[in-house]
């Protein structure tokens, strides 16, 4: 096994990421940073709304929409070494908190508690893991637990929809929707793609590749929110007038 394999293998591991964050000052921001995103997360999360970041790492992304309104903004992640760092970060900034906490048992957090969750790359590091669709179905179910009805799942991530459409579609009671934007270090602010419009998006994922075309150069993000009715996905606006 090469050590970029090995290495991937231990994305899911604490002692990995204590090790990477003992050596890597940061910050860093896996796949996009949030002025990309920033669009997106208007379109679906409203600024009273109690969010959680999971594998929050050293990324600036809380701290960013903290800076862009958003009042109550939970991170989590698998390292208490990073976790420790970003306290003293932001000691001075009360919405944005920080706890240790393994996305596969989120017991702490009560049923329903949050709006929504952001993951920029969590589940794709337990899918390059040991026990992959175990671990990945555990993380999904808490998930869902933790979501409110009509809570929104925000998952960015470089599986398309032959890899990824089928897990969250094991979660019966999310409608999902699919958006895309092309990955920021290449992208030089040209999106061939309308962020804010979703893709069509069948159960054989077909209608995505004769769009996309083979192998796009894109960030997949998928928009899983609560409960069964295909209409509750465009519940942002009626929620924050309330």
């Known amino acids: 096994m090469t050590g970029g394999a090995a290495a991937s293998q231990a994305y899911g591991e604490a002692w990995y990421w204590d ?11 896996w796949y996009q940073k949030y002025p990309a995103l920033a669009p997106l997360l208007r379109l679906y999360l409203a600024p009273h709304h109690r969010l959680l970041l999971v594998g929050c790492g050293n ?6 929409m903290v800076d862009d309104g958003y009042q109550d903004v939970v991170n989590i992640d698998i390292s208490s070494v990073v976790i420790e760092q970003m306290k003293k970060k932001y000691h001075d900034k009360p ?3 920080y706890m240790k906490m393994d996305v596969k048992d989120m017991s702490y957090f009560e049923s329903g508690s949050f709006d929504a969750v952001i993951d920029k790359g969590t589940l794709d590091s337990i899918m390059c893991g040991q026990n992959s669709q175990e671990n990945a179905t555990k993380m999904l179910e808490e998930v869902n637990r933790i979501l409110k009805e009509k809570g929104v799942y ?16 094991d979660m019966e009671n999310w409608t999902i929707k699919l958006h895309v934007i092309e990955r920021w270090e290449k992208s030089l ?11 069509p998006l069948d159960d054989d994922s077909t209608s995505v590749v004769a769009l996309l075309g083979p192998k ?5 993000i998928y928009v899983c ?6 209409a509750r996905a465009d519940t942002k606006a009626g929620e924050a007038a309330n």
Not at 19 to 29: H, M, T
Not at 59 to 64: I, L
């Open 225 to 230: 929110v609560k409960g069964n009715d295909s």
């Open 19 to 29: 090790e990477r964050y003992r050596k890597e000052a940061g910050p860093f921001d």
């Open 95 to 97: 919405q944005l908190k």
């Open 59 to 64: 990324s600036v992304f809380g701290e960013n």
């Open 189 to 199: 602010n040209l999106n061939k793609w309308e962020l804010t419009k979703p893709l």
């Open 154 to 169: 925000m998952l960015i991530t470089y599986g398309d929809p032959s890899y990824r459409l089928r897990l969250l579609k």
């Open 216 to 220: 796009p150069d894109v960030h997949y």
